[in-house]
């Protein structure tokens, strides 16, 4: 499988990358595929990578603490 | 010298069903030429940003060349940052709707782009790679380009006549895109059962124009709609409601049809034809009888329909050449749509886009609702599966229009979720609502540019008496056929806003542009529609 064709051969193939994504990301990307094609009420889910994880409130915290 | 054509990814939201016609041809041809092609179809491979990379430093590119519609605008904007992260300095021409609808906006949102391909490029491209073989970089003579000087400006030359012996044309260079790892499986499309059972699809464009003027469409510069214009030094391309239709003989395209069976084993194609009916009718109605009874004793008619029989999938797969196309309801007739189907046609897509009588002729479709409605059980009653496409969010779209759509559609079982208006670059009404579009990106054009896609989403809004919010609440409401609810607003509505408003269109989109531009010199082959 080659990126290229044409009328000549080249030094040397490009090939698709071999993407390692390990079985249960796989998975989850086929999960996040499906579940998106049927959105729509009780069909809801949540992006684990953009979860945005709150963490009490530290931040807060750190900014009083921090001077102006 | 090195030549890499790259055909940008389109509608990421589906996989890839269409080797791009006009790359494909363009490759063919610099074949012939004797240039080292080479094609990265990155809209079928959808590659990460790596892969890109590394395909951009596969070799040494004399010349990178990018084309296609308006929509490929992010894609192509990211294609150009690669190009220049790259060690070497690649000649980069961009073609296709995407610069031959704005050059001069374009180059200015593009400045690692070199030239652009303004319309067709059959034989603007061979002239210019023909200047860049021989070290000579002096495009002031060159039909057909808009360019950038030292100083960065760009430069919009007159505008290439048209091809008319279009049967000169090689056939595509469909062996530099992948087939078989990626068009062939994606060989379905869902428009009729054929369709969807289709093992090995190909698409042919066999004409180039459409004698109609809806203002929301473009042609690309293909079709003597567009002209170019001077006035103080300064050029610029207007589109008009000239045409130059073109088509290839019915010989040509039978024998490239028998040509892609035997060589890919086809077994379905999609004719890319603006309007098939507008060809017909140039002709007097001789072009699609003979495509379709060349088709027939070519051998080509599917053996279901030979032994009128229902298509039957166990037995039927792969066996003739199912085909579909594009049709117009006040164009068509039983006459010419029974052969159609007895050569094979399984679907036909009709931009119906209304059942208002009011909108349909300011849209300048030259239909009504009535000829919309025939033409749908003509098409049925001969065997063949109408595409009816709608748009909502039209000018003079309001009410009336919507309820009209609803009823029409129950009558008729029509299916359907409409496409938004759009104002794609290169359409009457881009021109005409052009400072309203503006606005609604903040004056920003490279905005608008990276949110167009798919008008299955709201974009720019022109529609007069409805918002993005008020047209998304519709459609749904319309899918839906809640009526009761759609009436309770329509009340609301009138409290709020009293009369709709009707803008009436004559030409007006086109001329104003046109009369712009009129004190200055015309630069074109065609008739000036206003002086005749
Ligand atoms: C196939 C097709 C598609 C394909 C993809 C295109 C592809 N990969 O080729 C798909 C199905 C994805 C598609 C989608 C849409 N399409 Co479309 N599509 C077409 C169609 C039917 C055929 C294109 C074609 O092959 N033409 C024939 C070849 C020979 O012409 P060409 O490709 O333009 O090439 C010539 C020149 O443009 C130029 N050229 C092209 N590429 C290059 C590259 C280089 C390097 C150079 C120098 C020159 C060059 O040279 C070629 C020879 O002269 C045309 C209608 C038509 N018949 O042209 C509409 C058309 C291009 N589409 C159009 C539209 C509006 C859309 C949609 C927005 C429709 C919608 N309502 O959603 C969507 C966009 C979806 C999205 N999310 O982006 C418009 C143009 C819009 C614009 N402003 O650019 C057209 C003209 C239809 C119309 N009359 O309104 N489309």
């Known amino acids: ?68 | 010298m090195k030549i890499l054509f790259i055909n940008p990814v389109v509608r990421m939201e589906d996989v890839p069903k269409h080797v791009p016609y006009g790359i494909a041809l363009l490759a063919k041809i610099c074949d012939l030429k004797g240039y080292q092609v080479q094609v990265f179809d990155a809209n079928a491979w959808r590659p990460s940003r790596a892969d890109v990379a590394r395909v951009l430093e596969a070799d040494r590119w004399d010349v990178i060349g990018i084309g296609g519609i308006s929509t490929t605008y992010n894609y192509t904007q990211f294609l150009l940052e690669e190009i220049s992260r790259l060690p070497f300095n690649p000649f980069v021409i961009l073609g296709g709707g995407i610069i031959t609808s704005m050059p001069h906006d374009i180059m200015k949102l593009m400045p690692r782009l070199d030239l652009g391909v303004i319309g067709e490029a059959f034989q603007t491209l061979p002239e210019v790679l023909d200047r860049l073989a021989h070290g000579n970089r002096n495009w002031e003579d060159v039909k057909g380009v808009i360019w950038r000087d030292a100083q960065g400006q760009s430069h919009l030359n007159s505008p290439r006549e048209l091809m008319y012996k279009l049967d000169e044309l090689p056939y595509p260079a469909w062996e530099m895109f992948p087939l078989e790892e990626v068009y062939f499986p994606n060989s379905q499309t869902l428009f009729s059962e054929e369709g969807m059972m289709a093992q090995r699809r190909l698409d042919i464009n066999s004409s180039y124009g459409c004698s109609l003027i809806c203002r929301f469409c473009f042609h690309l510069g293909l079709t003597g709609d567009m002209t170019v214009y001077e006035r103080d030094n300064n050029r610029d391309v207007v589109f008009t409601y000239e045409r130059d239709i073109r088509y290839h003989s019915p010989d040509y395209i039978v024998n490239l049809i028998v040509y892609m069976k035997e060589k890919y084993s086809i077994d379905f194609i999609s004719f890319f034809d603006e309007n098939l009916m507008t060809m017909n009718v140039a002709t007097g109605g001789t072009w699609l009888r003979e495509i379709c009874e060349k088709m027939i004793s070519a051998g080509l008619q599917p053996p279901h329909i030979r032994e009128s029989r229902p298509f039957d999938p166990k037995r039927d797969i792969g066996k003739g050449i199912h085909w579909s196309g594009t049709s117009h309801a006040s164009l068509c007739n039983p006459e010419i749509l029974n052969l159609m189907r007895q050569a094979g046609c399984s679907h036909l897509v009709y931009g119906l886009e209304s059942f208002n009588d009011r909108v349909l002729k300011n849209i300048g479709k030259g239909t009504t609702a009535r000829q919309n409605k025939e033409a749908i059980a003509m098409t049925l009653n001969n065997g063949i599966r109408p595409i009816p496409n709608q748009i909502i969010g039209f000018p003079d779209e309001w009410f009336d229009s919507i309820y009209d759509a609803m009823d029409a559609w129950d009558e008729m079982g029509v299916v359907v979720k409409p496409f938004f208006a759009t104002p794609y670059p290169g359409s009457e009404w881009y021109y005409t609502y052009k400072d309203r579009i503006l606005e609604q990106y903040n004056n920003d054009l490279d905005a608008f540019m990276r949110d167009l896609g798919d008008a299955t989403n709201v974009t720019a809004v022109i529609s007069q008496n409805f918002n993005s919010v008020e047209l998304l609440g519709l459609r749904e409401l319309m899918v839906r056929r809640d009526r009761r609810k759609i009436r309770e607003y329509d009340g609301l509505w009138a409290k709020l806003h009293g009369q709709p408003k009707f803008p009436k269109f004559k030409s007006a989109g086109w001329r104003d542009r046109l009369e712009e531009f009129r004190s200055g010199e015309r630069l074109n082959l065609y008739v000036d529609p206003i002086g005749q």
């Open chain 1, 1 to 68: 499988m080659s990126f290229l064709k044409g009328n000549y051969k080249l030094a040397q193939e490009v090939a698709p990358s071999q993407e390692e994504i390990p079985a249960d990301k796989l998975l989850e990307q086929e999960y996040y595929k499906t579940a998106l094609s049927k959105l729509g009420g009780s069909i809801a889910f949540i992006m684990k990578e953009k979860t945005f994880l709150w963490k009490g409130d530290e931040e807060d915290a750190a900014a009083k603490d921090a001077p102006s």
